[in-house]
């Protein structure tokens, strides 16, 4: 039943009976500024926070494009987009998560803990 209701798409999508397709280009890679990468020995940055504090360390930070953040998030915090600034899906660390991020493209990034409110901020140059 699966193979046919493929079959089923892939005739219906095909349309037209004038020889001509037209083919879109999809998206290979990833197109977020903000790209979960693999944490090296030395990251260029690190933002913390810790669960007696209501903040980030350091609020803010400004790095090179391509630079590796590393956030290391409490169980208490996490890092997610603020939307009230300019900012990229892919700027996300869960609570209690360590993760690296690469920032690609220059601009400046918001976060905020949606536990607690607070935030910080990325500057890539």
């Known amino acids: 039943m699966k193979t046919f209701a493929l079959a089923a798409m ?3 999508a095909c349309g037209g009976d004038d020889g001509t397709m ?3 280009d999809a998206p290979t890679q990833n197109m977020n500024k903000v790209q979960a990468v693999t944490c090296p020995a030395t990251a260029d940055a690190m933002v ?8 980030y360390t350091p609020a803010s930070q400004t790095v090179a494009v391509n630079a ?3 956030f290391v ?5 996490n890092v997610a ?3 009230l600034t300019t ?9 209690g998560e ?5 920032f690609t493209q220059a601009g400046t990034f918001g976060f905020f803990c949606t536990a607690h409110s607070f935030t910080g901020t990325i500057t890539v140059q």
């Open 22 to 24: 037209t083919m879109i």
């Open 10 to 12: 892939l005739l219906t």
């Open 87 to 95: 900012t990229d899906p892919g700027l996300s660390v869960g609570f």
């Open 73 to 77: 998030m409490p169980s208490t915090h």
């Open 81 to 83: 987009p603020n939307t």
């Open 98 to 102: 360590t993760k690296c991020l690469k």
């Open 68 to 70: 590796i953040v590393k």
């Open 48 to 55: 913390t926070s810790s669960n007696t504090s209501s903040s």
